[in-house]
């Protein structure tokens, strides 16, 4: 069973700095595109960054842009996601996800349901 572990969530004043990783168990992922999502209760999963398999092209959603930077490592078969300026609806628990495909539309690749791997999610909490 493919498996995607994330840790480096906690408890951040805002306008702090958190870095998540995301370490892959088979060097398959290497080949895969990898993103985060983030989850408040009662709303869906929202999509926060991207990053291609060899890391040379990346996306983020408008409202983390500039602030957040997703990277990969993958001698390390592991993924980063650096977040910065820490604001409270940043709050949530982050998810990484794998897929094999690449979208070039906005609509497919924030949408979840176009990734295929999940990890189980690290809290973040942001306190103002």
């Known amino acids: 069973q493919a498996q995607l572990i994330e840790s480096g969530g906690g408890l951040v004043q805002a306008g702090g700095s958190l870095r998540l990783s995301c370490v892959a168990s088979?060097?398959?992922?290497?080949?895969?595109?990898m993103a985060w999502f983030r989850q408040t209760p009662g709303k869906d999963r929202e999509f926060v960054a991207r990053?291609?398999?060899?890391?040379?092209?990346?996306n983020y959603s408008d409202s983390v842009k500039g602030r957040f930077t997703i990277t990969r490592d993958n001698a390390k078969i592991t993924n980063y996601l650096q977040m910065s300026s820490l604001k409270p609806e940043d709050q949530g628990i982050y998810y990484c996800?794998?897929?094999?495909?690449?979208?070039?539309?906005?609509?497919?690749?924030?949408?979840?349901?176009?990734?295929?791997?999940w990890g189980q999610g690290t809290q973040v909490t942001v306190s103002s």
């Open positions: 996800a794998a897929t094999t495909s690449w979208y070039s539309e906005p609509h497919f690749f924030q949408s979840a349901k176009k990734w295929n791997y």
């Open positions: 088979r060097s398959t992922f290497n080949n895969y595109a």
């Open positions: 990053i291609n398999w060899s890391g040379a092209v990346t």
